[in-house]
T-cell receptor
Framework: GENVEQHPSTLSVQEGDSAVIKCTYSDSASNYFPWYKQELGKRPQLIID?????GEKKDQRIAVTLNKTAKHFSLHITETQPEDSAVYFC????????????FGSGTQLTVLP | NAGVTQTPKFQVLKTGQSMTLQCAQD?????MSWYRQDPGMGLRLIHYSVGAGITDQGEVPNGYNVSRSTTEDFPLRLLSAAPSQTSVYFCASTPAEGKIAFGSGTRLTVV
């Protein structure tokens, strides 16, 4: 089955700096790659996603890049703010289904004021 | 439109007890799933359903049962709770385009 690895597990940045979180996946058939943000005690919330026919997608301060050849994708957050502090999860479709996801283990991002 | 409604929010069980976590969605999604979240391990798929009357196992199904008698409801049953099932459980509902909507979660402690 699909295996998704996520790095780093913890990341601290100064406010205003950029943060990058990287994920690799194993199933070459994966075609949908969402990113979720989870604040303490809350449910995961979708923040951005990308499909396999696109190499990059941006939404204000966040962007995701996808390299299908290398089977890795990354989340980029620019001009970080304290409210960006949370756990971020990457995911990839698995089992040949467009709706079955395998998640990475998460990255605890801390933005220092 | 309430989205995904999950109950209870918190539960403490004794080893060997049984319970059912409830999940309901009002978005008419065919695909529903249950995940458990443990520290440092992300979310792992327990069971999923592609429609009423159809369920299948995910990555970590042992110790859990599910049923899907209607499109709206997808309960998760623990038949004999074990301390290893202490976790946070999320029900999820997914439309055709794959954007999962999670319930608010159930924090379960088995003592």
């Amino acid at each position: 089955g699909e295996n998704v690895e996520q790095h780093p597990s913890t990341l601290s940045v100064q406010e205003g700096d950029s943060a990058v979180i990287k994920c690799t996946y194993s199933d070459s058939a994966s075609n949908y790659f969402p990113w979720y943000k989870q604040e303490l005690g809350k449910r995961p919330q979708l923040i951005i996603d990308i499909r396999s026919n696109v190499g990059e997608k941006k939404d204000q301060r966040i962007a995701v890049t996808l390299n299908k050849t290398a089977k890795h994708f990354s989340l980029h957050i620019t001009e970080t703010q304290p409210e960006d502090s949370a756990v971020y999860f990457c995911a990839a479709t698995s089992g040949g289904s467009a709706r079955q996801l395998t998640f990475g283990s998460g990255t605890q991002l801390t933005v220092l004021p | 439109n309430a989205g995904v409604t999950q109950t209870p929010k918190f539960q403490v069980l004794k080893t060997g007890q049984s319970m059912t976590l409830q999940c309901a969605q009002d978005m008419n999604h065919e695909y529903m799933s249950w995940y458990r979240q443990d520290p440092g391990m992300g979310l792992r798929l327990i069971h999923y359903s592609v429609g009423a009357g159809i369920t299948d196992q995910g990555e970590v199904p042992n110790g859990y049962n599910v049923s899907r008698s209607t499109t709206e409801d997808f309960p998760l049953r623990l038949l004999s709770a074990a301390p290893s099932q202490t976790s946070v459980y999320f029900c999820a509902s997914t439309p055709a385009e794959g954007k999962i909507a999670f319930g608010s979660g159930t924090r379960l402690t088995v003592v």
